[in-house]
């Protein structure tokens, strides 16, 4: 992955005045990422895949900018909706297992976590403020799934779940284990969407 561009849209994040709802105004991450409590075997396990899909994002979406991060050719979702969207599914796994407060606001989720047609993306964040929420919601939920054993992959919540998912999503939802095999796999499926969607823009897709 290309750290220098990376590093670019953790650290320039809050200098970019939000714009529109749901522009979240929160310091941008260490880079990289930090150092964890030593990690159950488990824990290290599930800590590739979870990496793995999110360097993925990260390879693709480091090679865009302002404009093409907005750029979606017939057939395709902009990278601007697939980052507001994965984010959305950490931070509601890291609110509903994690005993994390949200990080994004209920306006947020109300434009990135449907359909891509709901979005006004002319008051939608600046790409390089959007990128940021994705790492930080990233960084924030590794140390809880580092720190998971396997009775903790049984383990559900009475929570109410309050997304607009099928029931059998919410029924996935509410179990530990079922949850980050699910956003490890929302990030791969967009990934593949967003390798196409690269390509189609010229970009290298490197897998």
Do not use: N
Not at 43 to 68: I, K, S
Not at 104 to 112: C, G, P
Not at 115 to 124: H, L, P, W
Not at 147 to 174: F, H, M, Q, Y
Request: charged content about 20%; overall charge negative.
């Amino acid at each position: 992955m290309t750290q220098t561009a990376t590093q670019t849209a953790t650290q320039t994040a809050t200098q970019t005045a939000p714009q529109g709802p749901g522009a979240e105004t929160i310091p941008p991450p260490r880079f990289p990422l930090p150092e964890l409590v030593p990690a159950t075997p488990l824990g290290e396990h599930l800590l590739r895949d979870f990496d793995l899909t999110y360097e993925m994002v990260c390879e693709l979406a480091d090679q865009y900018d302002e404009t093409t991060a907005l750029a979606a050719p017939d057939g395709h979702m902009p990278l601007l909706w697939y980052l507001g969207h994965l984010t959305c599914s950490k931070d509601y796994v890291g609110t509903l297992h994690g005993g994390f407060d949200m990080l994004l606001s209920l306006d947020f989720y109300e434009l990135w976590a449907g359909d891509c047609a709901t979005v006004d993306f002319d008051r939608a964040p600046t790409f390089e403020h959007m990128y940021s929420l994705y790492h930080q919601v990233h960084r924030r939920l590794r140390p809880f799934v580092a720190g998971l054993t396997p009775e903790d992959l049984r383990r559900g919540t009475d929570a109410e779940i309050v997304a607009g998912v099928s029931d059998d999503w919410k029924a996935r939802l509410r179990v530990v284990g079922e949850a980050v095999s699910l956003i490890q796999m929302h990030d791969a499926y967009h990934c593949g969407q967003l390798g196409s969607l690269s390509s189609a823009l010229g970009m290298r897709v490197p897998f």
